[in-house]
């Protein structure tokens, strides 16, 4: 059989993915395409997986107040995010190593949130490098930081983010260390990533999954190439493993990082007004609320409860965005409900992206720009941006 009749029969169709309606039903795809391994690095969380559920169960528990016999013709969903317009007001949550869900990875979800004028937050553990995404791509795209050991290389990421043209510099502060992710553990899921006799079988089934591990690109951190002492997987993912994280990091480092971006400054893994002041205090344009999907702590509240304290502590000194458990449109309405600007979302494109590649990814922010305009109708509001707390029911 010729070398492209197979790849062309291994591949995701993309008409499958137009008899899927929901987010749900692109995790349900990547859950059965996914080897098992893969699956609980994608969707698992630290320890018990608490917060996992709680980002879920904290946006179920906003409801709203519908009005109705309210002219909501011609509706708008569009916003604007540091003064520039996004018709679709999500940002797509940074999110690494997507080449190991599928080989296109970073650069087609970039190009398919630029076509649905979403903003594309990229990862610093990309499966492509920064600058090949950039080039992918004309839409909004954010960078994010993780707080290295070493200084060369948060200035060598901060000055390649700013000479490839990213926009706004997001970063992470809630990863003094690595969370512990269970499944992953047992799974024996590392960089590079191997099939080991334990998860072989179950890989053996996933055949269009194997088939472009085998024949895609490595699946490593690509922007870290150069950085670390070899550029194979291996040594990236050493490398990585020893200095991505520093416990005697400060708010000084902040202040620091806030001199070298002349750009917008987001602080993402926020939980606490205290850290939401600091955060401004310290040079930040913008605060996400969020607990890193549930991938670092177990005991910690879902990111919606914790943003009307957030909100109440920054008032109008910086945008404040929502990353948490975001599902359906239905959740980016209830994050600017609750004061935010937008809402973020990391596993939804994650999923989109092992079910079907770039048309994975476009049919979900399809569903999700209908589901959106849908529940301004629902509630009576004609504009996005009129949305506040009177659109919430308050029992």
């Known amino acids: 059989m010729e070398l492209s009749r197979l790849r062309a029969m291994l591949a995701p169709s993309p008409r499958g993915v137009e008899a899927l309606h929901t987010v749900d039903d692109f995790r349900e795809s990547a859950r059965r395409r996914l080897p098992k391994m893969v699956w609980d690095f994608v969707d698992g969380g630290a320890d018990g997986e608490l917060a ?3 980002n879920r169960t904290a946006l179920d528990e906003v409801l709203f107040e519908p009005r109705f016999l309210v002219d909501v013709a011609d509706r708008d969903i569009s916003t604007k995010v540091f003064g520039e317009p996004v018709r679709l007001p999500l940002i797509l949550s940074p999110s690494g190593l997507a080449t190991v869900v599928h080989p296109d990875g970073e650069p087609v979800v970039a190009r398919a949130a630029a076509e649905a004028g979403a903003i594309c937050a990229i990862s610093t553990a990309s499966g492509y490098t920064l600058e090949e995404i950039a080039e992918a791509t004309t839409g909004r795209l954010w960078f994010q930081l993780y707080l290295w050991k070493s200084e060369e290389v948060v200035q060598s990421l901060i000055s390649r983010a700013k000479a490839a043209g990213y926009e706004a510099l997001v970063v992470t502060i809630d990863v003094p260390v690595v969370g512990k992710r269970e499944r992953d553990l047992r799974n024996g899921m590392s960089l590079p990533v191997r099939v080991r006799a334990g998860n072989a079988a179950n890989a053996a089934t996933r055949l269009p999954w194997l088939w472009r591990l085998l024949n895609g690109p490595e699946v490593t951190f690509a922007s870290l190439s150069g950085l670390a002492p070899g550029d194979d997987a291996s040594s990236v993912g050493e490398y990585t493993n020893r200095e991505l994280t520093d416990p005697a990091r400060t708010w000084d480092d902040l202040a620091m990082i806030r001199k070298r971006w002349d750009g917008p400054l987001l602080v993402k ?7 939401a002041r600091a955060a401004v205090a310290n040079g930040a344009d913008g605060v996400i609320v969020s607990n890193h999907g549930g991938r670092q702590m177990s005991s910690v509240p879902g990111a919606a409860a914790v943003l009307p304290g957030v909100m109440d502590a920054v008032g109008d000194k910086a945008e404040v965005f ?15 409900a609750l004061g935010a ?14 079910a079907g590649g770039e048309e994975g990814v476009r049919r979900v922010l399809s569903i999700l720009d209908a589901d959106v305009d849908r529940t301004l109708a629902l509630i009576g509001q004609k504009r996005f941006d009129d949305v506040d707390g009177a659109a919430l029911f308050s029992g």
């Not at 893994?269 to 850290?275: A, K, L, N």
């Not at 937008?342 to 092992?354: H, Q, T, V």
């Open 341 to 354: 600007t937008a809402a973020c979302g990391g596993r939804l494109w994650f999923w989109a992206l092992a």
């Open 322 to 336: 929502l990353d948490g458990g975001v599902r359906r449109g239905e959740d980016i309405v209830k994050a600017k």
């Open 52 to 54: 996992v559920r709680a």
């Open 269 to 275: 893994g926020v939980m606490s007004p205290h850290d």
